[in-house]
Nanobody, 123 residues
Framework: VQLQASGGGLVQAGGSLRLSCVSS????????LGWFRQAPGKEREFVAA????????YYADSVKGRFTISRDNAKNTMYLQMNSLKPDDTAVYYC?????????????????WGQGTQVTVSS
């Protein structure tokens, strides 16, 4: 499964960005997907996930209410709308196939990761 993330950039605190993740896999609509991020000097952390149908989503507490994950299976694309960005959101963001989406805990990532896209939020 190949995943291609895009949409990162430099934005001021309080601003917005929308990340996209495109896949050429014909089985795209069968995968649960998510976003993880890694800030300099820190471990990768979970951000958000969406079920294969788009009907179930789960967010890290740090982004809940500010970020929205969605997908368009007809376009083989997943999105992450990021609003009210903070300097702490600065990281490389990765789209990932995840091992299911649950309502009470973050999902585990699979071995299928896209290349990252850099998001930098200035104060």
């Amino acid at each position: 499964v190949q995943l291609q993330a895009s949409g990162g950039g430099l934005v001021q605190a309080g601003g917005s960005l929308r990340l996209s993740c495109v896949s050429s896999a014909h089985t795209f609509s069968t995968y649960a997907l998510g976003w993880f991020r890694q800030a300099p000097g820190k471990e990768r952390e979970f951000v958000a996930a969406v079920s294969w149908s788009g009907g179930l989503t789960y967010y890290a507490d740090s982004v809940k209410g500010r970020f929205t994950i969605s997908r368009d299976n007809a376009k083989n694309t997943m999105y992450l709308q990021m609003n009210s960005l903070k300097p702490d959101d600065t990281a490389v963001y990765y789209c990932v196939v995840v091992l299911g989406v649950y309502s009470d805990r973050p999902p585990l990532p699979s071995d299928y990761w896209g290349q990252g896209t850099q998001v930098t939020v200035s104060s």
